[in-house]
């Protein structure tokens, strides 16, 4: 069915383009447009970060070299830089948020039923974090950082079954983590694991009487009571202590008047000791201990995007400019997710990010591109395995 179709017009086959025009048509976007319309900013820069192009320039002198094979690529016609510049900047960025989000409630349910090392739990397990990207406050005077610095903020909540971002949130420098709490709306029974920048008892309350779980890190100078300790726990698996707690302060207390459970830990790897604060009663002490530490998956997404979506390299300067980039970053890495998916890839995302990079102008069907790379592999492991077993 793919066969004469180029690898970036195949992929384009996996972005539901009746879902994509709902969005441009309920923020008017293409009010007044001529021959480029949202579609064709949207494939565009969706070609500029698969192919890690570090430009507005980059794309459009790329895509002007192969201008006989745009309208195979599923390009409507190639524009310059500038007028890629004024569409990033005036059309709304909440055209691409929507379709991010319809992308996550899509992409999400493919990986759900993924495991989570050493947890044999049902619920909902997220990771929220953020990441700074530092910027020159001359140039993005809207987005103030510490130090007279300018800086964006990208808030994220990770599924951590497949590693699927279920929230994303863009702001200045200055904003503080513990805020974004304020825009989550918790799901009932989900576990949301967080550091000690979330510490805000009156959201982690919002989040206990939603029926949702928290596991953070205490602050050293917490105070509290300890009401009821459990000394049935093996301290060769690294667990110190396991306590029901209530609070002391009077504004904490009266911020977080339920019981709490604090958990200690000591991480012989980093020679730490490690004191987790939650609301779950229910799961053992280890597994609380497992599961934060399943929250560097966010920071190794975060590397990941970093380094293999363009992100460092803003492609404009207006807030709007900024959130319609970072979207696309988003919605690309949800696409590569969706294909890796769909065609039941052993590779990771990277990899297959790595392929398709390279691949876009090639006509090899998808399938066939990431089936023949699995299968070289596997001849690689057998040939290693082959040579082992030769040598003992």
């Keep these: 069915m793919n066969s004469g179709k180029y690898v970036f017009a195949q992929l384009l086959q996996f972005v539901d383009?009746?879902?994509?025009?709902?969005?441009?048509?309920?923020?008017?976007?293409?009010?007044?447009?001529?021959?480029?319309?949202?579609?064709?900013?949207?494939?565009?820069?969706?070609?500029?970060?698969?192919?890690?192009?570090?430009?507005?320039?980059?794309?459009?002198?790329c895509l002007k070299a192969h201008k006989n094979k745009l309208y195979h690529l599923g390009i409507r016609k190639y524009v310059n830089q500038s007028t890629l510049s004024r569409a990033n900047e005036g059309r709304d960025c909440r055209i691409f948020s929507d379709f991010g989000n319809y992308l996550i409630s899509k992409v999400r349910p493919?990986?759900?039923?993924?495991?989570?090392?050493?947890?044999?739990?049902?619920?909902?397990?997220?990771?929220?974090?953020?990441?700074?990207?530092?910027?020159?406050?001359?140039?993005?005077?809207?987005?103030?950082?510490?130090?007279?610095?300018?800086?964006?903020?990208?808030?994220?909540?990770?599924?951590?079954?497949?590693?699927?971002?279920?929230?994303?949130?863009?702001?200045?420098?200055?904003?503080?983590?513990?805020?974004?709490?304020?825009?989550?709306?918790?799901?009932?029974?989900?576990?949301?694991?967080?550091?000690?920048?979330?510490?805000?008892?009156?959201?982690?309350?919002?989040?206990?009487?939603?029926?949702?779980?928290?596991?953070?890190?205490?602050?050293?100078?917490?105070?509290?009571?300890?009401?009821?300790?459990?000394?049935?726990?093996?301290?060769?698996?690294?667990?110190?202590?396991?306590?029901?707690?209530?609070?002391?302060?009077?504004?904490?207390?009266?911020?977080?008047?339920?019981?709490?459970?604090?958990?200690?830990?000591?991480?012989?790897e980093k020679e730490a000791k490690l004191v987790f604060l939650t609301n779950n009663f229910e799961v053992s002490a280890l597994e609380i201990a497992r599961l934060y530490r399943h929250r560097w998956q966010i920071e190794v997404f975060f590397k990941w995007i970093k380094q293999n979506l363009v992100i460092k390299s803003l492609w404009g300067h207006s807030e709007n400019a900024v959130n319609t980039h970072v979207w696309i970053a988003i919605c690309t890495y949800l696409i590569v997710a969706m294909v890796k998916h769909t065609l039941k890839s052993k590779l990771s995302i990277y990899e297959i990010m790595q392929i398709l990079g390279i691949s876009a102008f090639d006509k090899t069907p998808l399938k066939d591109l990431i089936a023949q790379d699995q299968k070289n592999q596997n001849v690689k492991e057998q040939m290693l395995l082959n040579l082992f077993d030769a040598k003992s």
């Excluded at 579609?39 to 820069?45: D, M, P, R, S």
């Design 17 to 61: 383009r009746y879902e994509f025009d709902k969005c441009v048509a309920k923020y008017n976007g293409d009010f007044r447009t001529r021959g480029f319309n949202c579609w064709n900013q949207f494939i565009q820069l969706f070609f500029g970060q698969l192919t890690s192009r570090n430009s507005l320039r980059d794309i459009c002198v």
């Design 110 to 268: 493919m990986y759900s039923k993924e495991g989570i090392s050493g947890v044999d739990i049902a619920n909902e397990v997220f990771a929220l974090d953020s990441t700074t990207i530092s910027l020159s406050l001359k140039l993005f005077g809207w987005a103030p950082g510490k130090y007279s610095r300018g800086a964006v903020k990208v808030h994220a909540l990770l599924d951590l079954r497949g590693s699927i971002p279920a929230f994303i949130l863009v702001t200045d420098g200055k904003y503080h983590d513990s805020n974004t709490l304020d825009n989550l709306v918790a799901t009932p029974d989900a576990i949301y694991v967080m550091d000690k920048a979330y510490v805000d008892f009156a959201a982690l309350h919002s989040i206990n009487v939603c029926g949702a779980y928290f596991i953070t890190r205490a602050k050293s100078s917490m105070d509290f009571t300890v009401i009821e300790s459990n000394f049935n726990i093996d301290q060769r698996t690294g667990l110190l202590a396991d306590r029901i707690i209530v609070l002391n302060g009077y504004k904490s207390k009266k911020l977080y008047p339920d019981q709490l459970r604090l958990v200690e830990y000591y991480d012989a």
